[in-house]
T-cell receptor, first 112, second 118 residues
């Protein structure tokens, strides 16, 4: 069966520091990968989408970037965090032609 | 553009009773899908049920069923025999097209917080 992992689970970072969140998927190949952000009490907003290694689509202009160095690895990064980057970050995977996206456990990021 | 509306910020239900969580959608796509996810306090988004717009029957998954009324553009989630563990946020979603040509994404509603009491 497929599983999706995210780490770290929780992160507290000062403003201006770098960020690296990792997501890995097991049990499937060539998945579509997604990074979403959820602000407190809100729904999810798509940040990045990837259909393959090195292929990244950005949904909204922001302080963040994403990379996909391996088929089942998706990384969310920032060179300098802003207060507004605080939130809950969820990684998800899906398969082309199938509808459902499956989410990881998420990372809670607090920027102080 | 696709849009999901969940008008119930919070719902209460007694254990073992059924509850309906409302969802209406707006899309111009001729073919679309509707999803429900559960988000407990731990934060993980758990997929519950999916309904395709051309499915002839309403989707069911165990205690979850989707009351799909295409003409009214509604896709309400029905939870039967509520359990204490059902207390969580529930999100309705549909697929949408992103900025990039081949980006697909889920468009979420604002969610409904369900609390099940003994």
């Amino acid at each position: 069966s497929q599983t999706i992992h995210q780490w770290p689970a929780t992160l507290v970072q000062p403003v201006g520091s770098p960020l690296s969140l990792e997501c890995t998927v097991e049990g499937t190949s060539n998945p579509n990968l997604y990074w979403y952000r959820q602000a407190a009490g809100r729904g999810l907003q798509l940040l990045f989408y990837s259909v393959g290694i090195g292929q990244i689509s950005s949904e909204v202009p922001q302080n963040l970037s994403a990379s996909r160095p391996q088929d089942r690895q998706f990384i969310l990064s920032s060179k300098k965090l802003l207060l507004s980057d605080s939130g809950f970050y969820l990684c998800a995977w899906g398969k082309g032609g199938q509808e459902t996206q499956y989410f990881g456990p998420g990372t809670r990021l607090l920027v102080l | 553009a696709q849009k999901i509306t969940q008008t119930q910020p919070g719902m209460f239900v007694q254990e073992k009773e059924a509850v309906t969580l409302d969802c209406t959608y707006d899309t111009s796509d001729p073919s679309y899908g509707l999803f429900w996810y559960k988000q407990p306090s731990s934060g993980e988004m758990i997929f519950l049920i999916y309904q395709g717009s051309y499915d002839q029957q309403n989707a069911t998954e165990g205690r979850y069923s989707l009351n799909f009324q295409k003409a009214r553009k509604s896709a309400n989630l029905v939870i039967s025999a509520s359990q204490l563990g059902d207390s969580a946020m529930y999100f309705c979603a549909t697929r949408g097209v992103g900025i990039s040509y081949n980006t697909d994404k889920l468009i979420f509603g604002t969610g409904t917080r369900l609390q099940v009491f003994p």
